[in-house]
C-alpha cells in the first residue's frame, strides 16, 4: 500500500527524490539543463509530497504559490523501479487537493518536450495544454499544461 506523506523541502527522503531528478533531467535536457535548473530549486517549498512503499521513498511532488488562486506543481518524479504503477498520479492527485485546500483554484505546470511519460500523465489528469509561461515563453523544449482543480473520489490511498 502506498502511503503519502505531507512535508515541506527539509525532508531527507524528498531530497533524495530530488536528487535522483535532477540527474535524470540533466541527461533529457542536455544543454539547456542549466537554464531549467535555475528554476527547479527545491529549498524553501512548503508544500510536498514523498509517497512510501513501506518504509522506502519512492515518487515525490510539490506545490508552490504561482499568482492568485493558482499554484505551480513542481518536482514530481517516481524513482524508475516504481514507473508503471499509477504513483505519479496518485501523487498528482494529492497535490491537486492540496491545492483546494489552500483556498487555490488552478494548478499550472511546466515539463520538457522530451519527457513523454509526464505529458501523458497530464494528459490523462485532465490537464490542457496552455501558451508557455513565465520563464518558459520562447522556450521550445517546453510544454504547459493548466487544469481547474476540484475535488474527486480518486483518491486510494491515505494521507498521513
Not at 504503477?85 to 522530451?114: D, F, H, R
Not at 505529458?119 to 496552455?130: A, E, N, P
Request: hydrophobic share 40%; net charge negative; glycine share 6%.
Amino acid at each position: 500500500m502506498i502511503r503519502l506523506q505531507h512535508t515541506d523541502s527539509s525532508n531527507t527522503d524528498f531530497q533524495h527524490l530530488v536528487v535522483e531528478l535532477d540527474r535524470y533531467l540533466a541527461m533529457t535536457d542536455g544543454e539547456e539543463h542549466a537554464f531549467y535548473a535555475q528554476y527547479n530549486k527545491s529549498d524553501g517549498l512548503k508544500y510536498v509530497i514523498v509517497a512510501y512503499d513501506g518504509d522506502t521513498a519512492i515518487a515525490c511532488g510539490a506545490i508552490k504559490h504561482y499568482a492568485d488562486g493558482i499554484m505551480e506543481v513542481k518536482r514530481m518524479f517516481v524513482a524508475p523501479a516504481a514507473r508503471g504503477q499509477g504513483i505519479a498520479s496518485i501523487v498528482l492527485n494529492a497535490l491537486e487537493k492540496w491545492a483546494l485546500t489552500l483556498g487555490y483554484q488552478k494548478c499550472l505546470l511546466e515539463t520538457g518536450v522530451k519527457q513523454l511519460q509526464a505529458i501523458r500523465l497530464y494528459q490523462k489528469s485532465d490537464y490542457i495544454l496552455v501558451p508557455n509561461y513565465g520563464q518558459y515563453q520562447g522556450m521550445a523544449n517546453s510544454v504547459c499544461f493548466e487544469k481547474t482543480v476540484h475535488f474527486s473520489d480518486r483518491t486510494n490511498s491515505s494521507d498521513t
